[in-house]
C-alpha cells in the first residue's frame, strides 16, 4: 500500500470524519500533540507542513506563525484545506512528494510531520527526514511523532471505530500487533519506536531530542546544524 491510499480512499470529507470519530482519549491525544508543536514554533516564525491533509493542524499553527505552509499529495484533501483555511491569510498550500520538496534549503524556522506522518506516507523515512532538514535553517526545528507503545489499545479502538464506519478496511486482527496494524483491503498503519526515531536521525542535526508527549505521542526534535 502507498501513500495514495490517502489520496483515493482516505481523503478530504472520509479523512475529516476519522478525526471527527476519535474517542475521547485519542482527541485528547490529538490536542497534545498539536499543543506542544506550537510551543515550540517561535512567534513570526516561518513553518511548513508535511502531509497537511484538509488543514485541521495549520488551523492551530496559523495565529503563530508570521506564514505557514502545508503540502500534501491529495487534490481532494488540499481543496478541503483551502476552503477551511480562506480566512488565514498567512496560509498556503500546494500538492507535493514530501520526500521530494521543491523549496530552496534553509527556508523554514520550523518543518513539522505530526500524527505519524513519517509512517503514514509509506517512503523512505530517512529520506523523508533528510529533506526536511534541508529546508530549514541551521537552528531551526524539524518535529517527527509517531505513537508511544503505551497508547496502543487506544490508537487500536480508534481504527477499529474508523473500521466500523468504512473509511478503512475490516482490520486483520490476527495479523495487528506490535505497533502495527492491518487491514483487509491492504491498508497498514505503522508506527516509529524511540529507538528507530533515534537511528533515522542519526547525523542529521547538531542536536536530537526524542520525548514521549502526554503518554501518547514520540516526538522526534532535529536541530540542524550550519554547514
Request: aromatic fraction near 8%.
Amino acid at each position: 500500500m502507498t501513500y495514495d491510499y490517502y489520496s483515493e480512499q482516505l481523503s478530504a470529507e472520509r479523512l475529516e470524519l476519522c478525526y471527527e470519530l476519535a474517542p475521547p482519549r485519542v482527541r485528547q491525544h490529538l490536542s497534545a500533540e498539536i499543543e506542544h508543536l506550537v510551543s515550540l514554533i517561535p512567534s513570526g516564525g516561518v513553518v511548513l507542513e508535511l502531509g497537511c491533509g484538509y488543514g485541521r493542524v495549520i488551523e492551530r499553527i496559523a495565529p503563530v506563525a508570521a506564514l505557514v505552509c502545508g503540502i500534501d499529495t491529495s487534490v481532494a484533501s488540499l481543496l478541503l484545506a483551502r476552503h477551511r483555511l480562506a480566512v488565514a491569510k498567512n496560509a498556503a498550500i500546494a500538492r507535493m512528494d514530501a520526500s521530494d520538496l521543491a523549496f530552496g534549503a534553509a527556508t523554514f524556522d520550523v518543518v513539522c510531520c505530526v500524527q505519524n506522518g513519517i509512517s503514514s506516507f509509506h517512503v523512505d523515512q530517512r529520506a523523508l527526514m533528510e529533506a526536511a532538514v534541508k529546508v530549514t535553517r541551521p537552528g531551526g526545528k524539524v518535529l517527527f511523532s509517531s505513537y508511544a507503545e503505551e497508547f496502543w489499545e487506544h490508537r487500536l479502538e480508534w481504527f477499529r471505530t474508523q473500521s466500523a464506519h468504512g473509511l478503512v478496511g475490516e482490520i486483520d486482527e490476527s495479523a495487528t500487533g506490535d505497533g502495527t496494524i492491518i487491514c483487509r483491503d491492504g491498508f497498514t498503519a505503522t508506527t516509529v519506536t524511540p529507538r528507530r526515531f533515534s537511528a533515522l536521525a542519526r547525523g542529521l542535526g547538531s542536536e536530537v531530542s526524542i520525548d514521549v508527549v502526554d503518554g501518547s505521542s514520540v516526538f522526534c526534535e532535529i536541530t540542524p546544524g550550519s554547514e
